[in-house]
């Protein structure tokens, strides 16, 4: 018994010191931008864990971030547009995520509940790992989740996280979105993440930007792109040919990513 007690110790003391090392995690997102469409897109996220807190971002959009702070348009030109401008921030201490991105120059922050899973069971082994799969209802998609307990890590891409496990595939039953790891290293000497908090409600912002949406010009815009580029445009209340042709321009852009992995809310990019 006191043997047994001793390597439970161990065991127990092991986990917690890997779970406590700092890791980047990166998944390969597969999906449609499209509604109507079939064709994929394929972006990469990286999931940034340090101590107790984790970060979700585009890869693409951190490196367009950096050059832009330089006021490298050359460099931002040559690095492929991102459609998924999305983060995820978590602490694990909270019963609750929160999500960021922009509209129209506002760097919005809102809160989510955490993912609640069901139908939690073995699997087999997915690329390497022993898995288990669960199931996730979320952003009016449902999602099949495969997780390992192999990685001590009880983290995932997007919103999906808390399972017993590191979180290697999520997938949309529908066929419209696919996380998948790609591949996981060892971070040092990282300094602590500032907390992020909310600075709006979702169902707020969730109806700002689809009355937005419905009819663009009949608010004032002020886009601006990761070229410098801008685009600008004060409503005068008068539905005239400017109003029509902003709300065709701007209709465009909206088309070219109308099929969000949170249904709720759209994620603009311009």
Same mark, same amino acid.
């Given at each position: 018994?006191?043997?047994f007690?001793?390597?439970?110790?161990?065991?127990?003391s092991?986990?917690?010191?890997?779970?406590?090392?700092?890791?980047?995690?990166?998944?390969?997102?597969?999906?449609?931008?499209v509604?109507?469409?079939?064709?994929?897109?394929?972006e990469?996220?990286?999931?940034k864990?340090?101590?107790?807190?984790?970060?979700?971002?585009n890869?693409n959009?951190?490196?367009?971030?950096s050059?832009?702070?330089?006021s490298?348009?050359?460099?931002?030109?040559a690095?492929k547009?991102?459609?998924?401008?999305?983060?995820?921030f978590?602490?694990f201490?909270k019963?609750?995520?929160t999500?960021?991105? #922009?509209?129209?120059q506002? *760097?919005?922050w809102?809160?989510?509940d +955490?993912? &609640?899973?069901? $139908?939690?069971? /073995?699997?087999?082994?997915?690329k390497?790992?022993?898995?288990?799969?669960?199931?996730?209802?979320?952003?009016k998609?449902?999602?099949?989740?495969?997780?390992?307990?192999?990685i001590?890590?009880n983290?995932?891409?997007?919103?999906?996280?808390?399972?017993?496990?590191?979180?290697i595939?999520?997938?949309?039953?529908d066929?419209?979105?696919?996380?998948e790891?790609?591949?996981?290293k060892?971070?040092?000497?990282?300094?602590?993440? #500032?907390a992020?908090?909310? *600075?709006i409600?979702?169902?707020?912002? +969730?109806? &700002?930007?689809n $009355?937005?949406? /419905?009819?663009?010009?009949?608010?004032?815009?002020?886009?601006?792109?990761?070229?410098?580029?801008?685009f600008?445009?004060?409503?005068?209340?008068?539905?005239d040919?400017?109003?029509?042709?902003?709300?065709e321009?701007?209709?465009?852009?909206f088309n070219q990513f109308?099929?969000?992995?949170?249904?709720?809310?759209?994620?603009?990019?311009?």
């Amino acid at each position: 018994m006191r043997k047994f007690i001793f390597y439970l110790y161990i065991f127990l003391s092991s986990c917690t010191y890997i779970a406590a090392q700092n890791y980047q995690v990166t998944y390969e997102v597969q999906f449609k931008p499209v509604k109507d469409k079939d064709s994929l897109v394929k972006e990469y996220m990286a999931l940034k864990i340090i101590a107790n807190q984790s970060i979700f971002y585009n890869l693409n959009k951190e490196k367009i971030d950096s050059l832009v702070s330089k006021s490298d348009y050359k460099g931002v030109s040559a690095i492929k547009n991102s459609f998924l401008r999305i983060k995820v921030f978590k602490d694990f201490s909270k019963d609750y995520f929160t999500v960021g991105g #922009n509209f129209n120059q506002f *760097n919005y922050w809102y809160k989510e509940d +955490k993912i &609640n899973f069901y $139908d939690l069971k /073995k699997y087999g082994k997915y690329k390497g790992y022993m898995a288990n799969e669960a199931f996730a209802d979320f952003g009016k998609r449902v999602w099949h989740v495969l997780y390992t307990n192999d990685i001590p890590i009880n983290d995932g891409p997007y919103v999906f996280s808390g399972l017993p496990g590191l979180v290697i595939k999520a997938e949309s039953v529908d066929g419209n979105y696919t996380f998948e790891l790609i591949g996981i290293k060892k971070l040092e000497n990282q300094p602590e993440m #500032n907390a992020i908090k909310e *600075n709006i409600r979702k169902e707020k912002l +969730k109806k &700002n930007i689809n $009355d937005f949406i /419905k009819d663009p010009a009949a608010h004032n815009i002020n886009f601006k792109n990761d070229l410098g580029d801008s685009f600008s445009y004060e409503f005068k209340g008068i539905k005239d040919n400017n109003y029509n042709a902003t709300n065709e321009y701007l209709n465009k852009i909206f088309n070219q990513f109308n099929n969000y992995p949170d249904k709720d809310i759209p994620v603009i990019t311009f």
